[in-house]
């Protein structure tokens, strides 16, 4: 009878992509004693793998993710200074917007429980990805609009021409969220953090975005932090998962 390989903890896996260690983030407010949001959380994202973070509303997933892509409200959030966040061997503490200009949406993208996070809903959709490509690339309005309707083909959007040419508000909520998983796509990152893109889909729909984000993310090599509350969600998604309770990690498999 074989033996079932059980998996090396996430700070023990060599060749990573992040490193995040000893991430603490307090909550400051002016009336009140600050409220730690996450505490001592450490884990590390191999290049080209999926790892999953687990755990209930509040525990602390969605600041982690905020504190790896730079966009925790500076005036109302404080990084522990004994925290570490590398991303490919580069501290990601303390980037100018310069900096995080160069790598969001390029090296890192993010895709948020909703769409309309990353959809502007007075532009069409073309407008949106082909500014997305050109921020990060030097190529002429077609060649963007060539490669927005080859991320929207990849992301199971029929028409894909046609659809370019549409608003946020002419498509359904499973419809919005491949679009914005395709604009994640758009500059081939080498990570990407999902938080929780599918929980108010129904379960047809969640089913097929999950199929198609584990076929591209294999496809194109990249690494993949899933969010979620639901282990089902993950279960054939994820290589490692880490569960998070009340801030920490506390269980890894």
């Not at 047809?204 to 089902?232: C, K, Y």
Request: charged content about 20%; aromatic content about 4%; proline content about 5%.
């Amino acid at each position: 009878m074989a033996t079932r390989r059980t998996p090396p903890p996430l700070t023990q896996i060599s060749d990573n992509l992040l490193e995040v260690k000893n991430l603490t983030v307090d909550f400051i407010s002016a009336s009140k004693a600050p409220v730690r949001a996450v505490e001592e959380v450490s884990f590390v994202i191999p290049r080209e793998r999926t790892v999953a973070l687990v755990g209930e509303s509040g525990s602390g997933k969605s600041v982690s993710a905020l504190a790896i892509m730079g966009l925790l409200p500076p005036q109302n959030s404080k990084v522990a200074l004994h925290s570490k966040i590398e991303y490919d061997n580069r501290s990601m503490l303390n980037l100018s917007r310069t900096d995080w200009q160069l790598i969001r949406g390029s090296r890192i993208a993010m895709i948020f429980q909703d769409p309309l996070m990353t959809l502007n809903p007075v532009l069409r959709i073309d407008t949106q990805m082909v500014e997305a490509v050109q921020a990060h690339h030097r190529v002429s309005k077609k060649a963007a609009l060539a490669r927005a309707a080859d991320a929207l083909t990849r992301v199971g959007i029929p028409s894909a021409l046609e659809r370019l040419s549409a608003y946020p508000h002419q498509f359904s909520g499973g419809m919005r969220q491949r679009v914005a998983i395709a604009i994640a796509l758009l500059n081939e990152p080498d990570l990407i953090i999902a938080d929780e893109p599918t929980t108010a889909l129904d379960v047809t729909i969640q089913s097929q975005i999950l199929s198609e984000v584990q076929g591209l993310t294999r496809e194109s090599g990249t690494a993949l932090i899933w969010i979620t509350h639901d282990l089902a969600v993950v279960a054939g998604l994820a290589d490692v998962i880490a569960v998070m309770y009340a801030g920490r990690i506390v269980e890894t498999g």
